[in-house]
């Protein structure tokens, strides 16, 4: 079994900055792809970012140059680093691990965590 918790998210003005932070635990064999995702209210849940175990990263079109991914892969963590934020920003984000457990060693496995609230005041 694996947990992820996130945390960071909060209320901060326009232009201000946030960063969470996800961590993974529990029976983990390795981790492959760490991602962080958002959901606003009435919209469908979208990729913001994303980190593979080589150091490839990518961004959803709406972020780029503003929000930063890295991964501390010692921790089983994964960080985004939101800058210049909007209220389009908006939402709850939520970090994804795709793993490989002790018990299932050859599958890699979807793991979310509960979701953060992040909200932009204009």
């Known amino acids: 079994q694996v947990q992820v918790v996130e945390s960071g998210g909060g209320l901060v003005k326009a232009g201000g900055s946030l960063r969470l932070s996800c961590a993974a635990s529990?029976?983990?064999?390795?981790?492959?792809?760490m991602g962080w995702y958002r959901q606003a209210p009435g919209k469908q849940r979208e990729l913001v970012a994303g980190?593979?175990?080589?150091?490839?990263?990518n961004y959803a079109d709406s972020v780029k140059g503003r929000f930063t991914i890295s991964r501390d892969n010692a921790k089983n963590t994964v960080y985004l680093q939101m800058n210049a934020l909007k209220p389009e920003d908006t939402a709850v984000y939520y970090c994804?691990?795709?793993?490989?457990?002790?018990?299932?060693?050859?599958?890699?496995?979807?793991?979310w965590g509960q979701g953060t609230q992040v909200t932009i005041s204009s």
């Open positions: 980190t593979s175990s080589g150091g490839n990263t």
């Open positions: 994804k691990v795709v793993a490989t457990t002790i018990r299932r060693p050859i599958d890699r496995d979807e793991y």
């Open positions: 529990g029976s983990i064999r390795s981790i492959t792809v």
